[in-house]
């Protein structure tokens, strides 16, 4: 069974800190879809970024960085000189990426972020 | 592009009502799911569809839920005899067959308080 631990129930940072959100997941397939999502007050999901299994090649994007390393089952997600509007509760999810299969996505418990002004 | 909308927001009602909530994924997108979200938790898979077809159900779906698709666009959750165990967020997500990644973008959700 697919598994995703966040083991950092909630964070709070001083504005313009760096912060890292920590994922580690567990499945027992060998093609796999990790993902973030940003959940704000509103309660809407936002996609952030996904991840193909076979790429662990580590991707930024503006203040948001993800390093992905399988040989730790880890996906890591570092915010770079927080700021208020990322307050919010951060997701990580895992799907299996067999065609024809159900998609559907395995979700970590999240982790709160807040950022002190 | 509109993104996935769901109605009601917020729903209340008192054990044992019927409730059905509504789903309207981003158009052309053929694949839905729905999730439940308890306070403090990750969204839990309930089931999905693709196109008008219901192609896997969690064991979290109990006999008192039921959703359609009945015409492969908007879909309906729909939960009868409520029960005080109910009450959660609902999510709606739709994604795009041809996106082999499979990425669900999510609506709003729908509240639902059950007394």
């Known amino acids: 069974a697919q598994k995703v631990t966040q083991a950092q129930t909630e964070i709070s940072v001083v504005e313009k800190e760096d912060v890292t959100l920590d994922c580690v997941y567990e499945t027992r397939d060998t093609t796999y879809y990790l993902f973030w999502y940003k959940q704000p007050p509103s309660g809407e999901l936002v996609f952030l970024i996904r991840?193909?299994?076979?790429?662990?090649q580590n991707e930024i994007s503006g203040r948001y960085s993800w390093n992905f390393q399988k040989s730790t089952s880890s996906f890591n997600f570092t915010i770079t000189a927080s700021q208020v509007v990322d307050s919010a509760v951060y997701f990580c999810a895992l799907s299996e990426a067999q065609s024809g299969g159900t998609k559907k996505l395995t979700f970590g418990t999240g982790t709160r972020l807040t950022i002190i002004p | 592009d509109t993104g996935v909308s769901q109605d009601p927001r917020h729903k209340i009602t008192k054990r044992g009502q019927n409730v059905t909530f509504r789903c309207d994924p981003i158009?052309?997108?053929?694949?839905l799911y729905w999730y439940r979200q308890t306070l403090g938790q990750g969204p839990e898979f309930l089931t999905y569809f693709q196109n008008e077809a219901q192609l896997e159900k969690s064991r979290l779906l109990s006999d008192r839920f039921s959703a359609e698709r009945p015409k492969g666009s908007f879909s309906t959750l729909e939960i009868q005899r409520t029960e005080q165990g109910d009450s959660a967020m609902y999510l709606c997500a739709s994604s795009l067959r041809t996106d082999r990644t499979d990425t669900q973008y999510f609506g709003p959700g729908t509240r639902l308080t059950v007394l």
């Open positions: 991840r193909n299994s076979f790429d662990e």
């Open positions: 158009s052309e997108h053929n694949r």
